[in-house]
């Protein structure tokens, strides 16, 4: 599975960006796919998570109500959109999926698969 993010850039404190991630190769064997951020000097962190089949999601306390985790399955794709963003949510935005079921879905090393990292920056 090769997994391509894209839709970073720099935005304004209370702005909005959509963040996409598309799944190649084997990908209809996903069951979860992440988005993680790393903010410089700092480790890289759980944003959200949906479950391939069913939708549910999952969210990190900071980005609840300002983020939204969505599948296109049609086009193998995930999209995080992002509003109301604060400086706080700087950093590089990377995009993850396994097809394990059942793993801790808050857990970096519960995903097989990553994608290169997106940069979000988001100026006061």
């Known amino acids: 599975v090769q997994l391509q993010a894209s839709g970073g850039g720099l935005v304004q404190n209370g702005g909005s960006l959509r963040l996409a991630c598309t799944a190649s190769g084997r990908a209809f064997r996903t069951y979860l796919m992440g988005w993680f951020r790393q903010a410089p000097g700092r480790e890289r962190e759980f944003v959200s998570a949906?479950?391939?089949?069913?939708?549910?999601?999952y969210y990190t306390d900071s980005v609840k109500g300002r983020f939204t985790i969505s599948g296109d399955n049609a086009k193998n794709t995930v999209y995080l959109q992002m509003n109301s963003l604060k400086p706080e949510d700087t950093g590089v935005y990377y995009c993850a999926s396994t097809s394990r079921v059942g793993v801790d879905i808050y857990t970096e090393g519960s995903y097989g698969y990553w994608g290169q990292g997106t940069l979000v920056t988001v100026s006061s």
């Open positions: 949906i479950i391939w089949s069913g939708g549910r999601t």
